[in-house]
């Protein structure tokens, strides 16, 4: 399936994505918290050498160090918990649907400017 929405989703969050970092400590405790909250079971997280960004795989969660920004980490928890099944849509309406529930529930932006 193509992933129509991939470039704009990108164009409408990087710019947003510059935040400060997250310890790792951090960023495992916000990522065990959403998916309790989300009953899907906790991703393997991994750093990467930096060249890879972020990005959510069949196993779990890969960052690079500059990756490690609560936007950043909502974004791939959105693939983790979307992961391809009867509403995979990569970027797209569900994806949306998802991401910003969770920039409105766990960094408290308002869903409705988003």
Not at 31 to 51: E, F, K, M
Request: charged content about 15%.
């Amino acid at each position: 399936m193509r992933d129509f929405q991939r470039s704009k989703v990108y164009q409408w969050d990087l710019p947003q994505c510059i935040g400060a970092l997250m310890l790792v400590s951090d960023v495992q405790a916000l990522v065990v918290r959403v998916c309790t909250d989300y009953a899907v079971p906790v991703p393997h997280l991994r750093l990467n050498n930096g060249i890879d960004g972020a990005r959510a795989t069949p196993t779990g969660l890969s960052f690079s160090p500059w990756a490690l920004q609560r936007r950043v980490v909502l974004h791939e928890l959105t693939h983790w918990i979307e992961r391809p099944g009867p509403h995979w849509d990569g970027h797209g309406p569900y994806f949306m649907a998802t991401y910003i529930t969770l920039l409105s529930r766990y960094m408290g932006l308002d869903a409705q400017g988003l």
